[in-house]
Nanobody
């Protein structure tokens, strides 16, 4: 069993930066792929970024490419999402997730087995 806890959300002005963290419990987390999703008010949950267990392969949604960076520190059982050049449309609840099959490009929510509770990110214009 893996438990995920996100942190680092908050209120930021457009153009600013935030770094989200996802702390995991469970010794097997370092063997799993990880991803970040978000859900904006009135919208469906959408894929943001994914990373394989080794950290060597990452994948991003087009809307965040070149602005966001996903990384992980397996020694700390933590995955990060560095968000730069934030826009008001990035406002959402951000969720981290774990994929026990460590898929290279897991972009669908159904491919993930464990989820955190989410952290709110609000970008003001």
């Amino acid at each position: 069993q893996v438990q995920l806890v996100e942190s680092g959300g908050g209120l930021v002005q457009a153009g600013g930066s935030l770094r989200l963290s996802c702390a995991a419990s469970g010794r097997t987390f370092s063997n799993y792929g990880s991803g970040w999703f978000r859900r904006a008010p009135g919208k469906e949950r959408e894929f943001v970024a994914a990373i394989t267990w080794s950290g060597r392969t990452t994948h991003y949604a087009d809307s965040v490419k070149d602005r966001f960076a996903i990384s992980r520190d397996n020694a700390k059982n933590t995955v990060y999402l560095q968000m730069n050049s934030l826009k008001p449309e990035d406002t959402a609840v951000y969720y981290c997730a774990a994929d026990i099959f460590n898929r290279v490009r897991a972009t669908m929510a159904g491919e993930y087995n464990y989820w955190g509770q989410g952290t709110q990110v609000t970008v003001s214009s």
